[in-house]
């Protein structure tokens, strides 16, 4: 499986209905690739808080339109990053979408852990409850964003599922950028699953992106990584090393906690 990651640079002068087409041109570009994958609030910026009500849009507003067609022109499947969705009652989402080859909507993922530590989107935003997979020809995508990368309960989920690749779009900042590649292959070790972690390049209201999207493969071992500017990161992958490496090595066949309610002594 061919899979691009769009590490797209979000430029604070840049419209956004601009940055739409030139994401839509990108996504075309990659037409060889059987996954495309674009990164977190690409259309606002992920710390650019005051854009997230005016931007806001429906499930199915000016981004879906457009990335559909983009995947249906590409013939890709195309997890189209997030941006911020305005449900009916109001309420506000950090809203993924993946898109089939023909374009169809295939899943809809609300960011279950909102980031700002009581500001920020924390506040602004309301929070996903369901996890979400997405079955694609070869492998089953576990889908999450950005601040979710913290909790492996979330990963294991996932898995628990059928998840066998992790798909993370992001607008992870440049100051915890060790953190991102850390905690990529630390949910790659654990649930023996291919990540697929995409962030953003550029400033995001004055906040540095930290780039490098990165490939990660079953066993921790990076595959390939993007540098800190605009860039298109394209790596094969093959699916069947999911179950391979969980047979050699069946670590998940020995989990404990989490399978059955914990014994407590009092």
Not at 106 to 119: E, L, S
Not at 143 to 164: I, K, M, Q, S
Not at 223 to 229: H, I, R, V
Request: some cysteine; charged content about 25%.
């Amino acid at each position: 499986m061919r899979a691009s990651l769009i590490q797209i640079d979000v430029d604070e002068g840049e419209p956004v209905d601009s940055r739409r087409r030139r994401a839509a041109a990108l996504v075309r570009e990659q037409s060889g690739a059987d996954l495309v994958v674009l990164p977190e609030l690409w259309t606002t910026g992920a710390f650019a808080y005051e854009e997230f009500g005016r931007e806001a849009e429906p499930v199915e507003g000016p981004t879906y339109e457009t990335m559909a067609k983009a995947a249906s022109d590409a013939g890709v499947w195309l997890h189209a990053g997030s941006f911020p969705e305005r449900a009916p009652d109001g309420t506000l989402y950090n809203t993924s979408l993946v898109l089939s080859p023909s374009g169809e909507p295939a899943a809809v993922y609300r960011k279950i852990h909102r980031f700002g530590f009581d500001k920020g989107e924390a506040v602004l935003m309301g929070a996903g409850r369901d996890l979400v997979t997405v079955r694609l020809p070869g492998t089953t995508l576990g889908v999450a964003t950005c601040y979710d990368l913290r909790f492996p309960e979330l990963f294991r989920g996932l898995v628990d599922a059928g998840a066998e690749t992790l798909v993370v779009p992001a607008g992870w900042p440049e100051r915890r950028r060790a953190h991102w590649t850390l905690l990529a292959r630390a949910r790659a070790v654990e649930n023996q699953a291919f990540v697929l972690a995409c962030g953003t390049a550029g400033t995001h209201a004055g906040v540095p992106q930290a780039g490098h999207s990165i490939v990660v493969d079953p066993w921790g071992e990076v595959l390939a990584e993007a540098g800190p500017g605009e860039e298109v990161l394209t790596v094969d992958i093959d699916p069947a090393e999911v179950a391979v490496t969980r047979e050699q090595f069946p670590a998940l066949k020995d989990r404990v906690l989490g399978l059955e309610p914990p014994r407590h002594r009092g």
